[in-house]
């Protein structure tokens, strides 16, 4: 039998996300900036990201003391079109969103910039900062690295994390081009969707330590945490499906989120000391945002983008397939569908927020599933 899914609509749950984010120490301006970044994830129907991801990742961490609700944003070197930030292990979300201001601002200034950051921690997803790129007129590129989740080609050891590499675009139609994907075939987010509808993951997602596939989810959860359990990189397991494409630009975000900012990598990403010990995740972002004005009328771009995309989806279609989509349109089909609808609420989900509440006591709240 399915679970029961209750609907909460969209000012509900944001308005909840920010109490909760206030109830753990964030200040109320930040709180909004976080519940913003988690609601606009429920808004696209990218639903491994937003109040999915509240209690488990933001909540529990504040809360454990790894990461800290009151963000410092220290700006720690400085150029016309460049700057090197310290999150100092603040909210993430704070963190990106400054930083891609700060990214856009420059660029405004002289066409181009770029801001890297360090000692951050997990901010959400990489097409809300590309969305703002976008709604100024500009071309972003956005990556971050994660604690380790990736095996290499040919390897079965989780090293690299699930590192996005993303871009965006405005356009001449109703939404932007957002193209915000992980390096691996699939993410962390995306299983846990799965567990949380007690659904096996499908064959070719994650390998063990024999490079054996694997489909059994909640133990996978469990076991990628431990370094039992591998992501496969885009592409897959081997080179047979080009997985080293995959690897290769996990790799690229990895180095250009540590390297360039004198930030923390692969293993020293882990959450965890050499004791066992919970730490901060020290993770490291880059922003990037091109004035698409210096090179040509934003006009004359948007409507070239958006003939593009026209015809990319006018193409001729494969056998039973009813259409073609292009990078950031289901994100606004799924915006058009639950606007008047909400985000849908499952029963694991319905129990955190029970949580939650209570133990914050914002007793104003009443959800349907009580």
Same mark, same amino acid.
């Given at each position: ?137 500009? +071309?972003? $590129? !956005?990556?971050?690295? /994660? ?7 040919? %390897?079965? &050891? *989780? ?62 959860? +469990?076991? $990628? !945490?431990?370094?039992? /359990? ?7 397991? %081997?080179? &047979? *499906? ?129």
């Amino acid at each position: 039998m399915a679970e029961e899914v209750f609907w909460i609509d969209f000012k509900t749950m944001e308005n909840f996300m920010t109490d909760v984010f206030m109830g753990i120490g964030v200040p109320e301006s930040e709180a909004r900036i976080c519940a913003d970044l988690l609601i606009t994830a429920d808004k696209w129907g990218i639903d491994s990201h937003g109040i999915g991801r509240l209690k488990t990742i933001y909540y529990d961490r504040v809360r454990e003391g790894i990461q800290f609700p009151v963000t410092n944003f220290e700006v720690v070197r400085e150029g016309p079109t460049t700057a090197v930030v310290n999150g100092h292990h603040g909210m993430g979300h704070v963190i990106g969103k400054k930083a891609m201001e700060l990214t856009i601002d420059k660029a405004r200034r002289y066409g181009m910039g770029m801001v890297a950051v360090r000692d951050s921690t997990h901010f959400g997803i990489c097409g809300y900062y590309l969305n703002m790129a976008a709604e100024a007129g500009m +071309i972003g $590129l !956005v990556g971050s690295n /994660a604690r380790p989740s990736i095996a290499p080609t040919f %390897g079965v &050891e *989780n090293m690299l994390g699930t590192n996005p590499l993303t871009f965006g675009f405005p356009t001449d139609e109703d939404f932007p081009f957002l193209l915000d994907c992980a390096t691996s075939v699939t993410q962390r987010g995306k299983i846990e969707v799965y567990g949380r509808a007690d659904r096996e993951i499908p064959h070719g997602w994650v390998i063990d330590r024999s490079g054996q596939s694997r489909t059994d989810t909640r133990q996978i959860l +469990i076991d $990628l !945490v431990e370094g039992k /359990a591998a992501l496969t990189p885009l592409g897959g397991i %081997g080179e &047979e *499906n080009a997985g080293y494409k995959g690897y290769g630009y996990a790799t690229v975000v990895e180095v250009l989120s540590a390297a360039l900012q004198g930030g923390a990598f692969m293993k020293a990403l882990t959450g965890f000391d050499d004791s066992g010990e919970k730490v901060p995740y020290r993770l490291g972002h880059f922003f990037m945002a091109v004035d698409i004005a210096a090179f040509t009328a934003l006009e004359a771009f948007k409507k070239s983008a958006g003939e593009i995309l026209r015809r990319l989806r006018d193409s001729k279609k494969a056998p039973g397939q009813e259409r073609i989509y292009t990078a950031g349109e289901k994100e606004h089909l799924a915006w058009l569908e639950r606007k008047e609808r909400g985000v849908p609420v499952g029963k694991r989900l319905q129990q955190e927020m029970i949580a939650m509440r209570n133990e914050l006591d914002l007793s104003g709240y009443r959800f349907p599933f009580d």
